[in-house]
């Protein structure tokens, strides 16, 4: 089971990144996925997960109308645009599975 975030990195506030999350080795069209992020000194947060379809999707309210968590059943691989950026989303942001597999997490840090 191995589970691979990219796409994180330095963005201005207000803007936007899309992270992606590559799935292998379980059947990733039956799990729930999840995104959670760790600020630095701080504990882990849940940010959002989506159903085994992709057609539920539930966010924390401090994302709320900023991110959108899809997926490709078919590419399995899980994504999270995150726009509206701010300073306080500065994360290590993980996805895990339903089965409690994580992955190693990406970076992203917002800053002027």
């Known amino acids: 089971v191995q589970l691979v975030e990219s796409g994180g990195g330095l963005v201005q506030p207000g803007g936007s990144l899309r992270l992606s999350c590559a799935a292998s080795g379980f059947a990733f069209r039956d799990y729930y996925m999840s995104w959670v992020r760790q600020a630095p000194g701080k504990g882990l947060e849940w940010v959002s997960e989506?159903?085994?379809?992709?057609?539920?999707?539930y966010y924390a309210d401090s994302v709320k109308g900023r991110f959108t968590a899809s997926r490709d059943n078919a590419k399995n691989t899980l994504y999270l645009q995150m726009n509206s950026l701010k300073p306080e989303d500065t994360a290590l942001y993980y996805c895990?599975?339903?089965?409690?597999?994580w992955g190693q997490g990406t970076q992203v840090t917002v800053s002027s």
């Open positions: 989506i159903n085994s379809g992709g057609g539920s999707t």
């Open positions: 895990a599975a339903s089965n409690s597999s």
